[in-house]
Nanobody, 114 residues
């Protein structure tokens, strides 16, 4: 499985962005799909998770503002980010865990200006 992330960019605080992670290949169930983010000098942080059961988990810092979803018809994992804050500035990466295998997409930079 290959993952390709897109949708990053520059946005003002309070604005919105939608990230999309396109999966090329079949993701076998059970699977967990994630969006992570990382800033220079810091560890990678789990932002959101969605499973094949559609159950979702969010970091406390993004609850109520970010929504992770899957589009099976397009084979994408999306992250809708609303009410963005300067502290959301980071490189965002998508990840899939499927039957013990790990797949990573390249990062996409999100910059939130205050």
């Amino acid at each position: 499985v290959q993952l390709q992330a897109s949708g990053g960019g520059l946005v003002q605080a309070g604005g919105s962005l939608r990230l999309s992670c396109a999966a090329f290949g079949t993701i076998a169930s059970p699977a967990l799909m994630h969006w992570y983010r990382q800033t220079p000098g810091n560890e990678r942080e789990l932002v959101a998770q969605i499973g094949t059961s559609e159950k979702t988990i969010y970091a406390d810092s993004v609850k109520g503002r970010f929504t992770i979803s899957r589009d099976n018809s397009k084979n994408t994992i999306d992250l809708q980010m609303n009410n963005l804050r300067s502290e959301d500035t980071a490189v965002y990466s998508c990840h899939v865990w499927s039957r013990g295998d790990n797949y990573w997409g390249q990062g996409t930079l999100v910059t939130v200006s205050s």
